[in-house]
């Protein structure tokens, strides 16, 4: 393995603002999903996702990462195809 002297690198006044300026917009969207939690706990919507329920849970898991299941089909000719008996 070759080994090579460590690069340098500068940081210009451009790259700092648009740092700052995505740090800002990502606070906004935080404070604003707090406010909006915080309206839904005081509504009563908060207390439905901190049920025991599983499934609830699991919905909110789901929301969280982005996931969306697809739903199984329950007939037989999806699980064997097209067969005739």
Do not use: H, W
Request: proline share 6%.
């Amino acid at each position: 393995m070759l080994r090579r002297k460590p690069t340098r690198l500068e940081l210009k006044l451009d790259d700092i603002e648009e740092f700052e300026s995505i740090r800002k917009d990502l606070e906004n969207r935080k404070k604003q999903k707090e406010e909006v939690d915080v309206v839904g706990i005081n509504d009563g919507e908060g207390a439905i996702g901190l049920g025991s329920d599983p499934k609830s849970r699991e919905q909110m898991i789901n929301d969280r990462i982005g996931y969306k299941p697809q739903p199984k089909p329950n007939n037989r000719s999806s699980q064997f195809g097209s067969f005739e008996f």
